[in-house]
Every structure is written in C-alpha cells, then in structure tokens.
C-alpha cells in the first residue's frame, strides 16, 4: 500500500532496462508512492531494452546518456534541472557491466582493456555522476543519491569475476564523495548491497541460479526480490533515512551476517 513517501520529490533512474531490472522497480516504486522520475540509460541499452514503455507507463521522459561521458552527464543533469524547474531530490545509479563475465574470461586470465571499460562504466562512472551533480549543486538539501552494489566487494565470489573489484570501487566512492556531499550540501550518499537477483544483467554471472539457491538457504529471511530492493531504496530517498549516509547498506535476508544455516548444514 503507497505511503507517500516520496511526495513532491523528484530525480532520476539510471540502469533500468527491462521489467527484471531493479531500477526499473525503483522507478515503478517511486511513482507509487508520489514521486516523479526521468528515465535515463545508455544509447545502447535503450535500442536493446524496453525503458520506452516504461517511460509511457509512468508518464516519464527517457533520456539517453552515455554515464562514462562528462559531457554527456551534464548534459542530462542539465536538462534534468529545466524539466523540474529546479533541483531535484534523488538519483539511483544501477549500472554494471564486465566484458570479462560476458566473454568467459576468468579472473586469473582478464583481457584487461576490457576490465578498465567494465571498471569505467561500472564504477568510475558513479564518481563521475556525483563530480557532476556537486559542481551543479542539482540536489536539494537533505537529497538522497544511492548506488547498487553486491557482497562480492567484500567476500570472494570467484565467478563474479573482476565486478567484485568494480563493486568495491564503487562503495568507496560512496564513502568519499559522501563526506563532501555531506558536508557542503546536505546530501545523503549510499550503497545497497543487494541478494543476488534474477535480472537480465545477472544472468550472465556462471552459476547464478546455484547461487540463488545457496543465498536462500542461508539467509535467514530469504533472498531479496528486486521488488523488496525497490521499497528499500525508496525509504533511502524519502525524509525518514536523513540522517544515514557514507553507508554500505546490506538487503539481503540477513545473508551478510549467517556464517552457516542448519539447512545448509543438512545438505552436506
């Protein structure tokens, strides 16, 4: 049931792709509960993914960017600013991409022009979304910007392959950059760590439904859906989480702190 948790708030969705996307439920989940979104995702992933409806079903614009380009960067959050009339509210950064994964290449064996595009597009990408958003000064005061993120940054999850190291990246930048957005802005910067989740993107990870199954087994609350993940991170952009920031936030049924379940336990 919508709470109105996000009335009269504004911002932008980056990454969703298709109806499996969590940022595509985010975005889904803001409207529900008030709020209004720009739509944005690489040239690419718009050709290939189905944002277009989304964009319709929620009455919201749909802008291509490219997030690895400055210029292209300033260019949305500009016309971000013009659409609302203002400053905005939130940004939700759910990209990730390893042509390693995608191509097979094990972690011992990297083709390592392809890690520094996954590393770019993955990670650097989300310094370069706050770098833009700090010299716009685009967010309002008590304003929320969150990144997906996975435990791979913190424990080893080989077939995760060189994301794991894009992820860790990732996390610290939160922490970084947040302490200045904190600090001159009033601004909440944050990372969700998510349960592995059956998106598009994630079926290129070896293993995966394995995996899910081990998760579920071991969290004492089972997986995360990518719904779930959505009214998280929403309550993450409303007025109730204003004092939480520079956090790498774990939704994921208690897996990140189970050593080992009785189920798991049975199995073996």
Not at 27 to 50: H, Q, S, Y
Not at 176 to 197: A, I, L, M, W
């Amino acid at each position: 049931m919508p709470h109105n948790l996000l009335k009269n708030k504004k911002g932008i969705i980056f990454g969703a792709l298709d109806n499996k996307s969590i940022a595509w439920k985010v975005a889904e989940t803001v409207k529900e509960e008030g709020g209004d979104v720009i739509l944005t995702n690489a040239p690419v992933a718009i050709r290939m993914g189905d944002i277009d409806k989304l964009g319709k079903q929620l009455d919201s614009p749909v802008i291509a960017a490219d997030a690895t380009s400055i210029l292209e960067l300033e260019n949305l959050i500009q016309t971000a600013l013009e659409h609302f009339k203002g400053k905005f509210d939130f940004v939700l950064h759910s990209i990730g991409m390893s042509l390693n994964v995608r191509k097979k290449r094990d972690y011992t064996n990297q083709n390592h022009e392809w890690t520094k595009k996954g590393w770019d597009i993955s990670a650097l990408s989300f310094h370069k979304l706050l770098q833009v958003l700090y010299t716009k000064d685009a967010l309002n005061k008590w304003g929320s910007i969150v990144a997906l993120t996975y435990i791979a940054a913190q424990r080893t999850f080989p077939n995760y392959n060189d994301m794991a190291d894009n992820k860790a990246y990732l996390e610290s930048i939160a922490r970084s950059f947040g302490y200045f957005f904190g600090k001159n802005k009033k601004v909440r910067v944050n990372t969700v760590s998510q349960s592995p989740t059956r998106t598009t993107a994630g079926q290129g990870v070896e293993g995966l439904e394995n995996f899910l199954n081990f998760s579920e087994k071991t969290s004492p609350l089972g997986n995360a859906t990518a719904s779930e993940c959505a009214h998280y991170v929403v309550s993450l952009f409303s007025d109730f989480t204003r004092k939480v920031t520079m956090q790498n936030l774990f939704h994921d049924g208690g897996f990140s702190t189970t050593g080992v379940s009785q189920e798991i336990i049975e199995d073996f």
